[in-house]
């Protein structure tokens, strides 16, 4: 029961699916639900690459790739997106960390926020172009859970930036070792349903990036904050679509 409590609040948390479910939550349940993460991107997925397939038969491969991505962010409500700029906002103002953590805290949208979303979803088009041509299906399928794996690779592997409250303190309080080993079973097994062995290859590799990303992304702040666990999501899909690329297209 607890299981299904914490994945219908992260689908609640992490999509814009309407779930009119009142769950009796606490902060615990935010961070160790954490661990199922991969499975709220594998439903991502399937609408992604469903809506990827039903495009392709109508539009061309160029205007279908708009579409899909266009898809992910009102199913996902650009959650990470926000996320992403508001991370790269703050780090690349060169200030001192108390200010970072204050410009990243701000709603204002400030040039690098803007100049990393146009990048990114520039980038994701592109590669979404190429998938789709392939008819590569099972990787629209995939891609937000290699998004997923950075959130909670990301909570598990970080202290809190913040000294006072802040969106991410749950997730990274309570999601671990324990919940990051959960969701590395997860993974795995999605990836390797769709992939073979192959998948578990680019499955490790998804995990050693978000790794990396939340390590570098957090070194001028001594951790991370729900904004950089946003960052490392969509930096982790980006980084799967061009390794997705390279296994296929060279």
């Given at each position: 029961m607890i299981f299904l409590k914490r994945f219908l609040l992260l689908l609640q948390f992490m999509t814009t699916i309407p779930i009119s479910v009142n769950l009796d939550a606490d902060e615990e349940d935010f961070g160790k639900g954490l661990a199922l993460a991969p499975l709220?991107?594998?439903?991502?997925?399937?609408?992604?690459?469903?809506?990827?397939?039903?495009?392709?038969?109508f539009f061309a491969p160029a205007i279908s790739a708009v579409l899909i991505v266009i898809t992910y962010i009102l199913l996902t409500g650009?959650?990470?997106?926000?996320?992403?700029?508001?991370?790269?906002?703050?780090?690349?103002?060169?200030?001192?960390?108390?200010?970072?953590?204050?410009?990243?805290?701000?709603?204002?949208?400030?040039t690098y926020a803007v100049l990393v979303t146009f990048c990114i979803l520039g980038l994701n088009v592109v590669l979404v172009y190429f998938m789709i041509s392939a008819h590569m299906y099972f990787t629209l399928l995939l891609m937000p859970v290699a998004g997923r794996i950075g959130s909670v690779t990301g909570a598990a592997l970080s202290e809190y930036a913040r000294?006072?409250?802040?969106?991410g303190k749950s997730f990274i309080d309570y999601c671990g070792i324990k919940e990051m080993i959960i969701a590395v079973i997860i993974s795995i097994i999605?990836?390797?349903s769709?992939?073979?062995?192959n998948g578990i290859f680019i499955c490790i590799c998804m995990?050693?990036?978000?790794t990396i990303l939340?390590?570098?992304?957090?070194?001028?702040?001594?951790?991370?904050?729900?904004d950089v666990l946003g960052a490392v999501c969509e930096l982790n899909q980006t980084i799967f679509l061009m390794i997705s690329y390279l296994l296929v297209f060279r």
């Open positions: 709220i991107g594998l439903m991502i997925g399937v609408v992604i690459a469903g809506a990827g397939y039903v495009l392709n038969m650009g959650i990470h997106l926000d996320g992403l700029g508001d991370t790269f906002d703050g780090i690349f103002s060169n200030r001192p960390k108390e200010r970072i953590l204050e410009i990243m805290r701000d709603s204002r949208v400030g000294s006072g409250p802040g969106l999605t990836f390797f769709f992939r073979g062995f995990f050693l990036s978000a939340v390590k570098l992304l957090g070194r001028k702040i001594g951790g991370a904050t729900g």
